[in-house]
C-alpha cells in the first residue's frame, strides 16, 4: 500500500521560509513524476515537479522561489520555500507516479496516481 506523508507546513510571516516533506512508503521515486501541488478552494495547480529522474518544472509564481529535491536513499521528496507571499497560502499536496513523465504531465494533477493527504501552508502579510 502507497502512503505519501506530508510535513513541515504551518504559518509564516511574508518573507520567511518553510520546507515541506512528504516521505513515501510502499513507493520509490524513481524515474515517474513528483509533485507538488496547492489547492485553493477546489482548484489545484500544479508548483514544482520532477520527471524522469532529474528534471524539474515549475510553476511561473514559484520559479527562483521554490525548489524542488529528493533524498533517493531515504526516499523524501522536499519543498524548500523561500521569500513566501500571502498567496502562497493554501493546502499543499505531494504526488508521486505518472504513466508518462514528460514536461506536459508533471505539473497536471490528472496524470498522478498516488497522493498524500495534503498539509496547510499560510502565509501572513
Known amino acids: 500500500q502507497v502512503q505519501l506523508v506530508e510535513s513541515g507546513g504551518g504559518s509564516v510571516q511574508a518573507g520567511g521560509d518553510l520546507r515541506l516533506s512528504c516521505a513515501a512508503s510502499?513507493?520509490?521515486?524513481?524515474?515517474?513524476?513528483m509533485g507538488w501541488f496547492r489547492q485553493v478552494g477546489t482548484k489545484r495547480e500544479g508548483l514544482a515537479g520532477i520527471?524522469?529522474?532529474?528534471?524539474?518544472r515549475y510553476h511561473e509564481s514559484v520559479k527562483g522561489r521554490f525548489t524542488i529535491s529528493k533524498d533517493n536513499a531515504k526516499n523524501i521528496l522536499y519543498l524548500q520555500m523561500n521569500s513566501l507571499k500571502p498567496e502562497d497560502t493554501g493546502l499543499y499536496y505531494c504526488?508521486?507516479?505518472?504513466?508518462?513523465?514528460?514536461?506536459?504531465?508533471?505539473?497536471?494533477?490528472?496524470?498522478?496516481?498516488?497522493w498524500g493527504q495534503g498539509i496547510y501552508v499560510i502565509v501572513s502579510s
Open positions: 510502499g513507493y520509490t521515486y524513481g524515474g515517474s513524476c
Open positions: 504526488a508521486a507516479d505518472c504513466a508518462y513523465p514528460s514536461f506536459s504531465a508533471v505539473l497536471d494533477p490528472h496524470e498522478y496516481n498516488y
Open positions: 520527471f524522469s529522474y532529474d528534471n524539474t
